[in-house]
């Protein structure tokens, strides 16, 4: 049981991690179509 709450507690900050350096690399590419890039559509499809 514990261990599971653990898990969780992992994935919930690899999620806010990832959402944080997509909210980054957004503001970098803020003019230019961000689905031609390839770091965002490689962030994407982690």
């Known amino acids: 049981m514990g261990s599971s709450i653990c ?3 992992v ?3 690899e999620l806010g ?3 944080k ?3 980054k690399l ?3 590419l803020k003019g ?3 689905h031609k ?3 965002y559509r490689a ?3 982690t």
Do not use: I, V
């Open 17 to 19: 991690r990832l959402s």
């Open 11 to 13: 994935e919930l900050g």
């Open 32 to 34: 230019a179509d961000k």
């Open 43 to 45: 962030k994407l499809a």
């Open 7 to 9: 898990s969780t507690l």
């Open 21 to 23: 350096s997509m909210k």
């Open 37 to 39: 890039n390839e770091q």
């Open 26 to 28: 957004s503001k970098e």
